[in-house]
């Protein structure tokens, strides 16, 4: 019989491993720079990066300290302030910010006191609390916020502030280039994931045709055989709201990318290359990566069809939390966690497969799917609308799979995120698909 007490140091050590990963990797990201790159708002797009800084603090005191523990607030004036509902983005700069040193502080001195309650907290009696959920969804928020500032720095002008080594290369991927993902139901979502938000929840069983799907994330080559056909030039391939959108802003191939006579090359966190062949394209809009579907004769999959691919394994008919099993991510299965910057070479990462064989579904790039963001039967808000409710509905389009910016924390085989169809500045990719029969 498992011993209860095991399983509480364990929920404990894991939150106390994951909020320690997040800060570390926050205090990397608000310190490769000086205080007014800090301050600067790099793309109205985004935040200035101090804000982030003071807006996970807060966030942080107002679930842990003030709604788990029932302390008295450190700073209830600057709870406006840092609310991602009250100010757009493009407003944040001209709030009365915390300034670099004092955001520092601030989050600080919220830290240790979580760290203090971590040790009391007894992973049981409410929702929040049940092994270690807050802890979790605390640790995911500010993740999540590392990989908006991670974007944030690559929207950056200027020199090259961060360094991270090179993915190994992928030896040559001679397998078939799409797969049979066989028709019938499967387990989508999950009711038993501890650390899951509300939009993964329930488990439910969904009904999917046979269909295929790419080995890979389509690589820069691929795409740019669509850019030398004309396909930013044929309105065939596009929605009419995709033609529009990219006849307004006169967008002809990803972001970040300009042509130097015969070649292609790109800006990535502040050095200019020539775009890699081989890596999974990156910084496309759903737009695009529907328009580059069509052209090649396929389609986006559906959220729901993805998911099958990633954690169905047909031997057991049961839905893994991962494409390789249950097993948390280790390096050998996907690039996550900043731990280099950029995606891994298409058809890395052979230890990371699913069952049938598809590659590079967790990590590197995330994958656009055909889905518009909707809630799942039985879906109930937890612990607040605003993280997934207020969202949902035909504006956002569902990404999957996570890329090399996000932590394991923040990714898993049910796992949802989701963005305008306009959006470029995100780490996303995608596949394509095509219906099949058995």
């Not at 295929?212 to 795409?223: F, G, L, R």
């Not at 890699?276 to 759903?286: F, K, M, Q, S, T």
């Not at 590079?360 to 799917?369: K, Y």
Request: net charge negative.
């Amino acid at each position: 019989m498992t011993d209860p007490a095991h399983d509480v140091d364990t929920l404990r050590e894991r939150a106390l491993t994951t909020l320690t990963t997040a800060r570390a990797r926050t205090s990397l990201l608000t310190s490769c720079v000086e205080d007014p790159d800090l301050t600067a708002q790099h793309s109205p797009l985004m935040s200035p990066l101090v804000w982030d800084l003071a807006h996970i603090g807060n966030q942080e005191e107002q679930w842990l300290l003030r709604t788990v523990a029932g302390r008295e607030a450190i700073r209830p004036e600057i709870d406006g302030i840092y609310d991602a509902f009250e100010h757009p983005r493009a407003e944040r700069p001209s709030l009365p910010l915390l300034p670099p040193t004092e955001a520092r502080h601030y989050a600080a001195e919220v830290r240790g006191r979580v760290l203090d309650l971590l040790e009391s907290t007894a992973f049981h009696g409410t929702r929040l609390t049940e092994a270690g959920f807050a802890f979790g969804m605390i640790a995911q928020h500010e993740q999540q916020h590392d990989e908006t500032m991670l974007i944030t720095h690559q929207l950056r002008k200027g020199p090259q502030a961060l360094h991270a080594p090179d993915p190994e290369p992928a030896p040559l991927l001679t397998g078939p280039s799409e797969v049979l993902v066989p028709g019938g139901p499967f387990t989508m979502g999950t009711s038993t994931e501890p650390w899951a938000l509300d939009n993964e929840r329930p488990a439910h069983r969904r009904e999917v045709p046979a269909f295929y799907i790419d080995t890979t994330p389509v690589t820069n080559a691929a795409y740019q055989a669509f850019i030398a056909d004309g396909g930013y030039d044929d309105d065939r391939w596009w929605t009419p709201e995709g033609w529009a959108h990219i006849r307004q802003h006169s967008l002809h191939a990803p972001l970040f990318w300009r042509r130097d006579g015969k070649q292609w090359l790109r800006r990535r966190f502040g050095v200019t290359e020539v775009v890699p062949p081989d890596e999974p394209v990156l910084h496309v809009c759903w737009y695009e990566a529907d328009a580059y579907a069509r052209w090649a004769g396929r389609r986006l999959p559906t959220e729901a069809e993805w998911e099958k691919a990633a954690r169905h394994d047909p031997a057991g008919d049961r839905s893994m939390r991962y494409p390789w099993g249950d097993a948390d991510p280790e390096p050998e299965h996907a690039n996550l966690g900043q731990r280099h910057l950029r995606p891994a070479p298409a058809g890395s990462y052979p230890e990371g497969e699913s069952p049938l064989g598809v590659r590079q579904l967790i990590g590197d790039v995330w994958e656009w799917t055909a889905s518009d963001f909707a809630p799942y039967p039985g879906f109930q808000a937890f612990p607040y609308k605003e993280y997934s409710e207020v969202f949902f509905g035909p504006e956002y389009k569902v990404l999957r799979g996570g890329s090399f910016a996000v932590d394991a924390v923040a990714c898993r085989g049910t796992f949802r995120n989701w963005d305008y169809p306009i959006r470029r500045q995100i780490f996303s990719g995608f596949r394509t698909a095509r219906s099949g029969d058995v």
